[in-house]
């Protein structure tokens, strides 16, 4: 089979009657199958434990959206032998086989778009929009590893190593092991999708343990996977805190790699606890971490202040500033910062704040009770480090709602420009010129995304050189990126730098072997 080229998934215009009718019905739908039990599922086994973790809707904290089973420390041993198990015969399964069932988990997610996208309006707090293109961008990394793999399996092992007479050579790709994925909640199907499946399609097998926030969009791609034709073993959902069987996963001797995708704290601990040799363990434990950010946009002199204003309200705001990459700085050269501010003002006040079903909302709330807490802390401390220009408390009385904060003359070094906050609120730095602000904008320990607004070719020229992130965006918004078009990932405390959805990433989830055989 040869996958015809890659294409992204539109995303969905729901101002046509038709698309919005279908998302009424999605949301309809999964409003009626709200507050179910779900099962571990380790190799063929639905196991069921007394001990659950309740998954609850951020805009009704009160609405259980589902439960799940919590796996122990003893459920978690036995996903790793199931899978280690599941690894000898998936790593010689043919990798044609295997792209085509990524292949078809792509297409199934396809036909039940609208109902994924529901889920996760009710999961994670996700507006339409929003939650539509989490849907996707899981659709894209389904078919955009599908023809990787295809490639680098497929491809010519004796072309890709220099000739030499008297000897066949070649070097192919061969998958790793048993990969544990950890993803985060805030593209509960997206990046959980992305990391399995690269798994997955390479020959890898899995033992996913899901956000506690976000359990729900983990298990539809569970059942998606395997309605796909993924055979049991291959991948195995194991839910359950991550203090609780995380550490177990990581240090476990027979995990081959970790693929993270979180906070840079709990990143860094499984870089380290990965590093360290374990009894039985054979290997140098390979750990792709895709971490926090603390991402800018320099705003120089510019023609259209409004254009630059209305990208960096949205790279801030949008999903509630809840993305690895929303804006949250924006530094502005001293010649504009005054009309800046005031032009900024009168944009986020325009922001609708409530619950994320109603397709009139803008914004919906932030994820959970400790995380508006700690959103809630930043503004208290921004309020004695800068002035609140706009926003600045809680924006509706029943669920996690907060207002769109911006925090105006904040100091580059401060708490507020250094921490990532990952919420709806947006520092306001001001520069004294161009170069200034690309030193703020360097200034930090991230480096994910970055953005810089300018008609000057040549102080984009000097910031494509010296920005220093893993994404930088001229003219435009610093936050979506999508799959193929824009690989992702970050620069120092940011991660590893896989760029998912990139060329290079399937990479990082096989190892090499070279064959030399003498002819002569
Ligand atoms: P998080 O708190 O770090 O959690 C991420 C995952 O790690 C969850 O599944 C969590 O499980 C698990 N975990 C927690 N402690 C663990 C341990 N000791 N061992 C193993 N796993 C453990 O992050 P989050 O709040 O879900 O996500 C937000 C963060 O992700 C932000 O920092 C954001 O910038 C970052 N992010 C980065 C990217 C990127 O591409 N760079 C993309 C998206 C998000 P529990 O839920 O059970 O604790």
Not at 95 to 124: F, G, N, P
Not at 190 to 213: E, F, Q, Y
Not at 440 to 467: H, I, Q
């Amino acid at each position: 089979m040869s996958l015809p080229a890659f294409k992204n998934e539109a995303l969905t215009d729901f101002s046509r009657p038709e698309n919005r009718a279908a998302m009424e019905a999605a949301l309809a739908k999964v409003k009626s199958e709200l507050g179910r039990d779900h099962p571990l599922r380790i190799g063929s086994e639905k196991i069921t434990t007394p001990d659950k973790l309740k998954s609850l809707n951020p805009s009704r904290p009160s609405e259980v959206v589902g439960t799940f089973s919590k796996a122990d420390v003893a459920l978690a041993e036995k996903a790793m032998q199931t899978a280690s198990a599941a690894f000898e015969t998936w790593s010689r399964t043919p990798a044609a086989d295997r792209v085509a069932m990524t292949a078809r988990a792509a297409a199934i997610m396809r036909e039940r778009k609208h109902e994924l996208s529901a889920w996760i309006c009710h999961e994670v707090g996700k507006t339409w929009p929003e939650a539509d293109a989490d849907t996707a961008e899981a659709i894209d990394f389904a078919e955009y590893y599908a023809r990787h793999a295809e490639a680098l399996f497929g491809g010519d092992a004796h072309a890709r190593v220099a000739p030499i007479a008297g000897e066949k050579n070649e070097m192919r790709y061969i998958p790793l092991g048993v990969g544990v994925v950890i993803p985060p909640w805030n593209f509960p199907l997206a990046i959980a999708t992305g990391m399995t499946l690269a798994s997955l399609v390479t020959g890898n097998t899995v033992v996913l343990k899901p956000s506690s926030d976000s359990p729900m969009l983990a298990y539809r791609m569970y059942e998606i996977l395997e309605a796909a034709g993924f055979p049991a073993g291959v991948l195995n959902f194991v839910p359950g805190s991550g203090s609780a069987i995380g550490d177990f996963l990581v240090t476990h001797p027979k995990t081959r790699f970790v693929a993270f995708t979180g906070s840079k704290e709990v990143g860094l601990r499984i870089n380290e606890l990965a590093a360290k040799p374990v009894k039985g363990c054979i290997w140098i434990k390979r750990v792709v971490a895709e971490m926090g950010g603390k991402d800018a946009m320099v705003i120089d002199k510019v023609a259209d202040l409004d254009r630059a204003v209305e990208a960096v309200t949205v790279a801030a705001f949008g999903y509630q500033g809840q993305k690895c990459s929303a804006c949250s700085r924006a530094i502005v050269v001293e010649s504009v910062y005054d009309e800046f501010l005031s032009k900024l003002k009168a944009r986020v006040e325009k922001i609708k704040v409530g619950a994320s079903d109603d397709p009139s909302n803008y914004m919906g709330p932030v994820i959970n009770k400790g995380s508006f807490d700690s959103i809630t802390g930043y503004i208290e401390a921004g309020k004695k480090e800068g002035t609140v220009l706009t926003g600045g408390g809680r924006a509706a009385a029943d669920g996690y709602f907060l207002q769109p904060t911006v925090i105006a003359g904040v100091p580059a070094t401060g708490k507020l420009a250094q921490e990532e906050i990952f919420g709806p609120v947006l520092s306001v730095i001001k520069a004294k010129d161009f170069d200034q602000a690309l030193e703020f904008a360097n200034n930090t320990e991230f480096g994910l995304t970055g953005g810089v607004f300018s008609d000057d070719p040549a102080r984009l020229k000097k910031a494509s050189e010296s920005f220093h992130v893993g994404n930088l965006y001229l003219n435009r918004k610093c936050t979506g990126a999508f799959v193929g078009v824009h690989p992702f990932g970050g620069f120092n405390m940011s991660g590893t730098d896989s760029k998912a959805g990139g060329p290079d990433y399937l990479l990082l989830f096989t190892q090499a072997k070279t064959i030399s055989e003498k002819i002569a």
